[in-house]
Every structure is written in C-alpha cells, then in structure tokens.
C-alpha cells in the first residue's frame, strides 16, 4: 500500500479517502509526532483545516480522533486556504483536508511540519504506521483540543510580505475568480487591503463548486475570462479550491502560460536577492524560458521531481556554498515564496503578481522579456509494469535520437538541443502513461519524435 501521491493523499471520499482512512492516518501521524517530539509539547501539536467541501467536517473529526487518541493534541482551525494552514502549522505540525481541484466526491489529506509538507521519508514512515494499525496510546495519554484562529494573522502576513514587492496598488482593478473554494476568504481581502479594487467572482465558499469546476484551466475560466476582457481590470487571478494554485489572465482575457508566470516571479527574486549565488528551483517539465531569466538576472535553476519543491529546495540548501540562496521555487502554477515560507502559497503569488504589475504599469511589460516558445505535453499509454524498463530503454534511445543534445536523466529522461529547445520523457507516477513534454519553435516535430521513440521503448518493453 502507497497512501501518498506527489500531492498527499486523493481519492473519493466514499471509497479511498474515508473517516476510517482519517483516523488511522491522524493516529499514525500522531504516534510518529509524539515520539519524536519527547518533552517538547509544541512539536506535538497539529492545527487542523478543511477546505469547503461537503465531507470535510467528517473527514477533520475523524482525523483530529486520530491525533488526540495518538497523544497529540489538536488545534482546530476550521476551513482555511491550505497555505494559511501552512503557515498555522510553523513550529509545530498541520493536517489539511482537501483534494485541492479534485471534483466534489473526492477529498484529501496533507501533511506539514514547521510549514513544510511532509516529505517523502515522513509520508513512508505514516504510511507504514498506517499498515501497522497500531492501537491508541494509554486512555489518561491521550491529547487534548482546543480551538484557533489563524486566518486573520495570515492575510496580515501576506499583505506585509507583499508590501516588500512592486509598488502599491493605488486602485489597481483586478478580477479574482474564487471558484467558490478557499481563496474566497483571503485573496480578495489581501488585495483589497493593498489597495485594489477587487471584483470577486465565485466568491462564496461551496464543496459542490456550482460556479465552474475546481480546477482552474482555460475552460473552466470562461467567465473570468469574458469578464476580465469586457471590463477594465488590469488582469484576472483564477484559483483552485484550496488557494494554493494560481492562473493568471491577461487584460485581453488571455491565460497567460503557467511557465511565463514562473518565469515572471523567478526573474524578480532573482534580481531582488543579494546573494552571491541565488537559485530557483523547479521541475522537469518547466520552460527552459525560465533558465533563460534567472540566468539574466544573475542566477542558475536547480530542478527536483514533480511534487517535490520543499525537497529541492533543502537539497540546494544543503549543497550550497556559503552566499547560496534559494530565492524562489516553483512549478507550473504552483509556486514558493521563500523568503515567506517553505509552503505553496497562491495567495502571496496573486499579491505580488499585482504589485508587480502596478510597478510595471501593467503586465505586458513584464510577459515582454520571457520568450515564450510553444510548449506541448502528450501522453503514451504504456502498463504500470513496463514503465521501468521502458524508461531503461529510453535512457538509452533519447542521447541517441538527439546526439547533439545535452542530456540529464535524474528525473526522467530530459534532452536539450543547442537552440534552447528541449524535450523531458517521464513516466506517470500515477496513471498507465509516459509523459512526453517539448518546447521549441518545432514543437510538433519534436513531440513526434520523441513519442515515437516512447513507443518503441513501450513495445520492446512489453
């Protein structure tokens, strides 16, 4: 049994992540704390959150009885953002319950430590403990709970952390589109309190996500899109249901592509930081446009698997020399303020976005000094159980297809041509596929190449 994917855990309520899934996760992870932690009381403690959807509150309960029967004790923080639960769980640990922009029947757990997911050796050792099915601990050991507030003093972080960032707001019209999850309660009111004016669409918080589906794409932003292009806001802000993804919209209703967005960010705190040696993390599949403007800016890209920025970014950390800085991470539509905090956060992105575009006099400026080759994934089906050995065979085909190319085979197998172009082969860590993602300006002649390549591999390795 793997319980985590490289975002938790995710599943429907009614079939994977049930109340008795919570519970023994909530007592494993408890168990695990307590006995770690010894005398330390802090380092004991879980603030628990749920996002808006219908079985959320079933799901917390049965999770804080899990803690509390483990010896932790409980802070229960109600329906939060999952950054602000990050946040919350500083210097202590954090359960959040949510399937991010999963649809309405599903429902989800995360981990955090000191504002940090879990990472993949404490995401193991609960998924043992789980297998285990330990009992409770002695009845007159068991944790207490109390109530906590913590929304309050999240928004007021983000709006003085942004406040580092861009110039102010001075009226700045921006469209959100909360998509009636957990943004709804912070993104608006942060921007507001920049000084924005803010229109708020899908702004009341509700599991069954009647305004548009969760996942914010450029279908599901129809409206956001209509609107931002009919109206006279500077750009539109779209939203998952947990807030911690972000889309941003252009003035002409345009989804501005996820990798320009880190690259945008990337770029700034790369040139913001006085480092010797600034770094951003990212992914496998990112743009190398990314490359292109931390290098510009004076910094190098460092990339970690797909689901593992607070990894990478320790990783980094560890190797540098001194005068190293992590001065961002990110992947697409998921980003990390560092200098904030070790969690993915789309309400900071969506605050210093719009400080940087008040500073900019717009976004344009800012999307004009990123070149934006296109950028295509495709998908190959291929069986769990050849994965392995058709990716040995791809390490292998790929250097050989592409003989000038550089090639790095850490997180899959991943070419780059001497015009900047580049094409990342990678299997699914959760579907029977292999993943073939390109960019160039011959991007379909890349991607056929490539995935012809995949399904050789695939073929040989049936």
């Known amino acids: 049994m793997d319980l985590f994917g490289t975002a938790g855990i995710r599943g429907s309520a009614v079939e994977t992540v049930t109340p008795e899934l919570a519970l023994a996760v909530g007592r494993a992870a408890g168990r695990e704390a307590v006995e770690r932690a010894g005398t330390d009381a802090d380092r004991t403690a879980f603030v628990v959150a749920r996002d808006g959807r219908q079985t959320g509150p079933a799901l917390a309960a049965a999770m804080e009885a899990g803690l509390e029967s483990a010896g ?30 999963n649809p309405p029947t599903d429902n989800g757990i995360k981990l955090f430590v000191d504002g940090q997911e879990y990472d993949r050796d404490a995401e193991l050792t609960v998924n043992d403990r789980v297998e285990a099915d330990e009992p409770p601990v002695a009845w007159d050991e068991w944790g207490g709970g109390e109530r ?66 969760s996942k914010p794409t450029p279908e599901t932003l129809a409206d956001l899109r209509e609107f931002v292009a009919a109206d006279e806001a500077a750009f539109g802000i779209g939203h998952d249901g947990d807030a911690d993804r972000i889309v941003v919209v252009d003035g002409d209703g345009e989804v501005v592509h996820e990798d320009t967005v880190v690259a945008i960010l990337a770029s700034h705190y790369t040139a913001a930081s006085d480092a010797d040696d600034p770094v951003v993390v990212t992914t496998p599949n990112a743009s190398g446009r990314i490359d292109e403007q931390v290098e510009a800016a004076g910094g190098r890209v460092e990339r970690v698997r797909l689901g593992a920025l607070h990894e990478g970014i320790g990783a980094a950390r560890a190797a540098g020399a001194e005068g190293t800085e992590v001065a961002f991470a990110a992947e697409p539509w ?33 999307r004009d000094p990123v070149t934006e080759r296109p950028y295509r994934k495709q998908s190959v089906a291929c069986p769990d159980d050849a994965k392995t050995a058709a990716m040995g065979r791809l390490e292998t085909a790929i250097p050989e297809r592409y003989p000038e190319a550089s090639v790095e085979t850490e997180y899959g197998v991943r070419a780059t041509l001497p015009d900047g172009s580049w094409v990342l082969v990678r299997p699914s860590g959760t579907e029977p596929y292999v993943r073939v993602y390109a960019e ?20 040989a390795a049936k």
């Open 148 to 213: 906590t507030d913590v929304l309050d003093a999240y928004r007021d972080a983000v709006t003085d952390y942004a406040i580092g960032h861009g110039a102010p707001l001075d009226g700045l019209r921006i469209a959100v589109d909360c998509g009636n999850g957990m943004a709804a309660v912070a993104t608006p009111q942060v921007l507001r309190a920049l000084g924005a004016d803010v229109v708020a669409l899908n702004a009341n918080v509700d599991g069954h996500f009647p305004g548009r589906e």
């Open 440 to 459: 160039s300006d011959d991007v379909d002649e890349l991607v056929g190449s490539a995935v012809a390549a995949v399904e050789a591999a695939i073929d």
């Open 72 to 101: 932790a004790d409980v802070r229960r923080a109600g329906q939060l953002p999952t950054p602000a639960l990050a946040f919350a769980s500083r210097g202590r640990r954090g359960a959040m319950l949510t399937a991010s922009h």
């Open 334 to 366: 998921k980003h990390v303020h560092t200098r904030f905090g070790g969690w993915i956060d789309g309400v900071a992105s969506a605050a210093v976005i719009a400080r940087l575009v008040a500073a900019a006099g717009g976004l344009g400026p800012l």
